[in-house]
């Protein structure tokens, strides 16, 4: 049964660093892209960063861009956000996705199994 588990969110000051964990089961995360999305309020959805399947290639959305650092662990299934020097404008819950069917919910506009999601708010 696959399930991405997001953790790792909550309230930290400008100039401050979380790191988020996305825990996957039921597939393999070196198969695949997995992504991390963020929707902020009142704003459309972002893709913040992808990691390919097999090479691990990594691409950022410009706001993301030398601060922010995707990485994986393929023993323990799990996909990482390192993002530091975060600023209020990086509030938003944060997403993990892989590109496979079969989930219930769709938090922003694009096919795919997503996670229940993991708040970041950014806020002095």
């Known amino acids: 049964q696959v399930q991405l588990v997001e953790s790792g969110g909550g309230l930290v000051h400008p100039g401050g660093s979380l790191r988020l964990s996305c825990e996957a089961s039921?597939?393999?995360?070196?198969?695949?892209?997995m992504a991390w999305y963020r929707q902020a309020p009142g704003k459309e959805c972002e893709r913040v960063a992808t990691?390919?399947?097999?090479?691990?290639?990594?691409n950022y959305a410009e706001s993301a861009e030398g601060r922010f650092t995707i990485s994986r662990d393929t023993a323990s299934r799990t996909v990482y956000l390192q993002m530091n020097n975060l600023k209020p404008d990086d509030t938003a819950e944060y997403y993990c996705?892989?590109?496979?069917?079969?989930?219930?919910?769709?938090?922003?506009?694009?096919?795919?199994?997503w996670g229940q999601g993991t708040q970041v708010t950014v806020s002095s």
């Open positions: 996705w892989a590109p496979l069917g079969g989930g219930t919910t769709q938090p922003c506009p694009v096919r795919g199994y």
């Open positions: 039921g597939f393999l995360i070196s198969s695949y892209t």
């Open positions: 990691i390919a399947g097999f090479s691990g290639e990594t």
